[in-house]
């Protein structure tokens, strides 16, 4: 009976559609950027460890004091982030209450916890043998296709890995939407699936939908999972393989 409620709410599938939204954006973009800053930091530039500090920091601060460092980041009034757009002629959307700018401020958000990705990638990076890009040289490869050729087959088991890893953070989010946009923000544009089964579990002591919304959360991860696997399984390349 939970399941064909479920089917007939249209809070749930706002929900969901909202989760995957921000995972078709969050993922990606968290990925690349991650990406990016670890072939950057991998380089031999002064003050390496300094840098590789700095933008690790930010993982380690607890989500909920982060969530409210962003909302006032955020603020539409008195926020650093339209001040800063203001500086350069721009006029600021009012990022917390406004239904258009809720979900790219959640994405853009996301990017402050990709430290431990690049440290991830810091690791596999140090692990490509030195001979290959020696050979790509010779062989006359510029960066970027020594980037592509020998850097992104040699580290495709962690891309894999962070990609699957962010499947399974983007479809549980749950702190940052429950924090910074109580009842599911404006028009409910940031009402998250794991908010809301929370809402359905502990406000309004629904527990039997709930524990369907939890069971279907869990499909909906392992299905995910699988067909990553299987769209990216050949371009996933494994030493000794």
Request: charged share 10%; with cysteine; glycine share 8%.
């Amino acid at each position: 009976m939970n399941y064909v409620d479920m089917f007939f709410d249209e809070v749930f599938w706002k929900a969901l559609w909202n989760t995957l939204k921000f995972s078709m954006f969050a993922i990606p973009l968290g990925m690349v950027v991650s990406l990016l800053v670890a072939v950057m930091l991998n380089q031999q530039i002064v003050g390496r460890p300094m840098f590789r500090t700095i933008y690790f920091l930010p993982s380690l601060v607890p989500i909920i004091a982060s969530s409210m460092i962003w909302m006032w980041l955020f603020n539409g009034q008195h926020g650093l982030v339209n001040f800063g757009l203001d500086k350069i002629g721009i006029d600021g959307p009012n990022w917390l209450n406004d239904a258009r700018w809720a979900m790219p401020s959640l994405i853009l958000m996301s990017l402050w916890g990709v430290g431990n990705q690049i440290v991830i990638y810091l690791a596999a990076l140090q692990d490509v043998p030195r001979h290959l890009y020696e050979s790509a040289e010779l062989d006359g490869a510029n960066g970027l296709q020594r980037l592509l050729h020998v850097t992104m087959p040699m580290i495709s088991p962690v891309i894999y890995f962070n990609m699957v890893m962010g499947i399974i953070g983007s479809i549980q989010v749950f702190v940052q939407p429950f924090i910074m946009f109580p009842n599911g923000g404006p028009d409910r544009s940031a009402l998250f699936f794991a908010v809301y089964l929370y809402d359905n579990a502990f406000s309004f002591l629904n527990m039997g939908y709930a524990c369907a919304m939890a069971w279907v959360m869990f499909l909906i991860v392992l299905g995910l999972t699988l067909l990553a696997t299987q769209l990216t399984k050949r371009f996933v390349h494994y030493a000794g393989a």
